[in-house]
């Protein structure tokens, strides 16, 4: 799966997740860039990203995610 393929699923995730369909996740794309993208919708978006992928992030890495890129980059390694 490409990153452009990761972050096309990821913004599906968090336009469901935060009912806004404006929402372009990037690389460079920080939680506080989103609006209502708060810590409970994080910790829900990393649910719904680990049920669809089949993959579990660990804790430590949830909590020093500093944007987007190091999730999909996360995700990727994961994934292979």
Same mark, same amino acid.
């Given at each position: 799966? +490409?990153?452009?393929?990761?972050? +096309?699923? &990821?913004?599906?995730?968090? $336009? ?12 460079? +794309? $920080? ?13 829900? &978006? ?5 049920? #669809? &992928?089949?993959?579990? &992030? ?7 995610? #500093? ?5 999909? +980059? #996360? ?6």
């Amino acid at each position: 799966m +490409t990153v452009q393929e990761i972050l +096309t699923v &990821f913004t599906r995730i968090l $336009r469901d997740l935060l009912l806004n369909d404006s929402i372009v996740l990037t690389m460079e +794309t $920080r939680r506080e860039d989103i609006p209502n993208w708060d810590s409970f919708n994080y910790i829900n &978006f990393i649910v719904a990203v680990e049920i #669809e &992928f089949g993959v579990k &992030f660990k804790v430590a890495d949830v909590e020093s995610f #500093e944007n987007v890129g190091a999730m999909v +980059t #996360e995700m990727t390694k994961a994934l292979a």
